[in-house]
């Protein structure tokens, strides 16, 4: 069956429109991404109003069609381009200003002296380089590093950029060795392929915001909301990732803390302040762990520290810091009025693959120790008494 190339240009031009209603849908549920949806959404209307007026760009007089069909294509790739790019932050808007100004100047002024050439090979230079930058836009995104749809949409543009590179560059040299009668078919692959991504962009697009979404509720309900450290189940699932990727023949520890007399601090400041307290060691724990470290509120006053690399010795150091700098912070917050300390139990795991829920065990029982030997100290678990699987 034979598709001229108005039902295709109009094929198009409905994939569009279904893209442009389903990313709409979107926007509207989508607190933090509403707006890079909505100009995605307008994008593709600028693209659904460009294949209507290429149908009927013949009915315009002089180059006019033409030149309008082009500029409303850039503008809808360059509308993808500045979506992409907000991102991570919202970007100028001079750069797609003066590449459209440019365009436009270059159809006036040889336009139409040149239309075959511009319609057919300059038209796509433009469209090549919008589309290769928001290729290259996703590949750097921070926000979409640990995507696993990212590299979906970067091929996506890339593809793309790929074909109307060969468009613009091959096309001359096949009019060159076989004439003009080879121009038809290009137009009607150029829009084969128009078809294809007009139903990849949006769908790639919406899995990048989904999926980021879907990433954001993940993490919340991980996080403990008071402290910003990771929630029990939280520390769990991203300590067991950790020690699952650690190496045998590297050391790895754990500290397990537990506040002092938190419940006389509770009865007699209130809640308030005790959330404070809670708070303020979560900060330092933060700054004391250092980078690498997986810390957790398990519960209560109850937290954990992770510390992949670190022996016990180095954990001992870290531990003893943290209780100094927790006495320190609480003094010059002057939230109880009183001194607050906090008790630790060290345990690392010397051979195999660490087991979490033993090595969490064992500095429990360290902490105990250092609990029933007056509290304010950092006890090391006994050796021998941390299981591990080979």
């Not at 949006?202 to 990771?230: C, I, K, N, W, Y």
């Not at 303020?280 to 470290?293: I, W």
């Not at 510390?307 to 531990?319: E, Q, S, T, Y």
């Not at 345990?347 to 007056?374: N, P």
């Amino acid at each position: 069956m034979q598709i001229d190339l108005p039902t295709l240009w109009y094929l198009t031009c409905g994939t569009l429109l279904v893209g442009a209603a389903m990313t709409a849908w979107e926007s509207w549920a989508q607190e933090r991404r509403g707006r890079e949806l909505a100009i995605w959404t307008g994008s593709y209307l600028v693209f659904a109003l460009g294949c209507v007026v290429a149908v009927n760009r013949e009915s315009l007089p002089g180059i006019a069609g033409s030149a309008l069909t082009n500029l409303l294509m850039v503008l809808g790739y360059l509308a993808v381009l500045h979506g992409a790019r907000r991102l991570d932050e919202p970007p100028p808007l001079r750069g797609p200003a003066a590449l459209l100004a440019v365009l436009a100047l270059a159809w006036t002024v040889a336009g139409a002296g040149h239309l075959t050439v511009f319609w057919h090979h300059v038209a796509a230079v433009p469209i090549a380089l919008v589309c290769g930058l928001t290729a290259w836009t996703l590949l750097r995104s921070r926000a979409l590093a640990s995507l696993r749809s990212r590299p979906v949409a970067v091929a996506i543009f890339a593809v793309h950029t790929l074909f109307y590179l060969v468009r613009a560059l091959v096309t001359p040299v096949l009019v060159a060795f076989h004439g003009s009668e080879v121009l038809p078919a290009v137009a009607k692959i150029t829009m084969f392929e128009a078809v294809l991504f007009a139903m990849a962009m949006p769908m790639a697009l919406l899995a990048l915001v989904r999926e980021e979404a879907q990433g954001s509720l993940l993490a919340a309900a991980r996080t403990d909301h008071l402290t910003g450290l990771g929630n029990r189940h939280g520390f769990f699932a991203e300590a067991g990732r950790v020690l699952a990727g650690h190496g045998p023949d590297r050391p790895v520890t754990l500290l397990a803390f537990d506040l002092d007399h938190f419940k006389t601090i509770n009865d007699r400041h209130g809640h308030a302040a005790g959330d404070r307290v809670l708070a303020l060691f979560a900060e330092v724990v933060r700054a004391g762990a250092g980078p690498g470290a997986v810390l957790g509120r398990l519960g209560g006053e109850e937290f954990a520290a992770l510390l992949p690399g670190h022996d016990i010795r180095a954990a001992r150091r870290i531990g003893d810091g943290i209780a100094r700098g927790f006495t320190e912070t609480i003094a010059r917050a002057d939230v109880l009025g009183m001194p607050a300390t906090v008790s630790i139990g060290a345990a690392e795991a010397r051979t195999g693959r660490a087991d979490l829920a033993h090595l969490l065990a064992s500095a429990d029982r360290a902490l105990y120790r250092a609990k029933a030997l007056g509290r304010n100290r950092v006890e090391i678990a006994e050796p021998g008494s941390i299981a591990a699987a080979a």
